[in-house]
């Protein structure tokens, strides 16, 4: 495949690393330094696009792409108070996105994993439960979105939980949790690449649910795993779609 590369930071290039290990050709890599350079003219040089950039750029760069009619693999976070409006006007231009919180196929094996343990503890309200996450201090968002979609897969199977709540520790807190309410726990720590857990605790004993990530290869990899499923699809997916999990 031709690639274009939108968000050229340290993710962006060990996605390159990885695209050209498979056999791929990067035609376009977008930076701070050189954001004349994404036009429709240049991205149709590309059989689809991977986006690693900044929240505030992620709409502008997907919409781009839809006026190319270019398929979009977008792992940046940050943006989904509009994913519907997003998904909306991917459908109607007959365009291909697919999104995901976290790339990486463990990740993805946590999240599956995540929502058969929510429905076991469903039975046992004696344990509260919370998401804890650690990232590097140059996370521009908080909670994670890999975060957001664990707590996501706890309500969806915890009756006794409604809604998640953020605390950036570090940052002035003052809510109080209420009963219905699931907390997650955000840490911003140098040079940690992502780590999150899941807490199942009660006055007697405490479940935790973890996965470490050592480094971003996974993520990277993820993303050009995904872009080669989506090339010459249409529609809107979610990185769940690519796995076959039962």
Sequence with gaps: MKIALLGYGKMGQIIERFALERGHEVVLKISIDNLDDLTVANLRK????????????????????????????????????????????CLTRNNALLYGSNFSIGV???????KVLAK???????????????????????????????????IENVDRKREWVNELVGTEFD??????????????????PGTHTVVYSSE??????????????GFALGAVVAAEWLEKKQGFYNIADIFNFK
């Design 175 to 192: 809510d109080v949790l209420k009963k219905e309410q699931l907390l997650i726990e955000s840490h911003r720590i140098e040079n940690i």
């Design 204 to 217: 007697v004993d405490e479940i935790e649910f973890k996965h470490t990530a050592h480094n971003r290869s």
């Design 108 to 114: 993805n094996i946590f999240f599956h994993m995540n």
């Design 46 to 89: 590309a059989d689809v696009a991977i986006d690693f950039s900044a929240p505030d750029a992620a709409i502008n760069n997907i919409y781009t792409c839809f006026d190319a009619n270019v398929p979009v693999v977008v792992g940046t976070t940050g943006w989904y108070g509009q994913l519907q409006e997003v998904k909306n006007e």
């Design 120 to 154: 076991l503890m469903n039975d046992f309200p004696a344990y509260e439960v919370q998401v804890e996450e650690i990232h590097h201090t140059q996370k521009l968002d908080s909670p994670s979105g890999t975060a957001m979609t664990i707590a996501e897969g706890i």
